[in-house]
């Protein structure tokens, strides 16, 4: 995904910004930085790792074989969370950072990437009424899809993965929390954890498939 820097209000927080900006690019190699394919950061304990890529999306998840000597089963899946959270904070700063070096390279007169001459104009021809109802038909539809999304985005629905070992509570796509059943996280070893935690990200990050029209 792109990332595109936001524009503040004053001139001196803007000023300040880009000079704090400046100062965390420089930390990372400078003009030259590209944001790196993944990151994979962890919780406070270093029990669990997540990784994700570019695109937001969970790529690898880590748990520590002897994480029961840090957290208990409860604490298990708050840990999870967080380090969900962790490593997309720290993907969306370096792409940030990123976009920042781009911005830099252009403005130190790098060449800019190329932009194709606009067409010449050509003289509007009148839509017949057909052309008039594709494009109703097309604009209703639209709508619809936008309304829908919309809808999903804000449905909460639990995800159970594994017989309940991992229980998620989800608003549209987006997990607000984890819960882990404490038997079958004893039982459980580090791989059958991961695999699960794989599953419930990938299942969240599922478009919401639901047709009431």
Request: net charge negative.
């Amino acid at each position: 995904m792109d990332f595109v820097l936001p524009e503040l209000a004053l001139a001196g927080d803007r000023e300040q910004m880009r000079a704090d900006a400046l100062a965390e690019l420089e930390s990372v190699g400078g003009l030259t930085y590209r944001a790196p394919p993944f990151v994979e950061v962890g919780d406070g304990t270093s029990t669990v790792r997540v990784a994700v890529d570019r695109t937001g999306a969970v790529v690898d998840v880590h748990f520590r074989s002897d994480w029961q000597r840090e957290l208990t089963s409860s604490g298990l899946g708050k840990a999870l969370l967080e380090a969900r959270r962790n490593a997309s904070v720290m993907m969306m700063n370096a792409l940030a950072l990123d976009a920042l070096a781009k911005r830099e390279r252009v403005r130190a007169g790098g060449d800019p990437e190329p932009v194709e001459p606009a067409p010449p104009p050509v003289a509007a021809v009148a839509p017949d009424i057909r052309e008039i109802w594709r494009r109703l038909t097309e604009s209703e539809d639209q709508h619809y899809r936008a309304t829908k999304a919309a809808r999903a985005a804000r449905e909460v629905r639990t995800l159970r993965i594994f017989s309940g070992l991992l229980t998620a509570t989800c608003e549209g796509r987006t997990i607000t929390g984890i819960a882990v059943e404490p038997v079958l996280a004893h039982q459980a070893g580090a791989d059958r954890l991961r695999s699960a935690a794989m599953e419930l990200f990938q299942q969240a990050a599922q478009p919401i498939e639901r047709d009431d029209r």
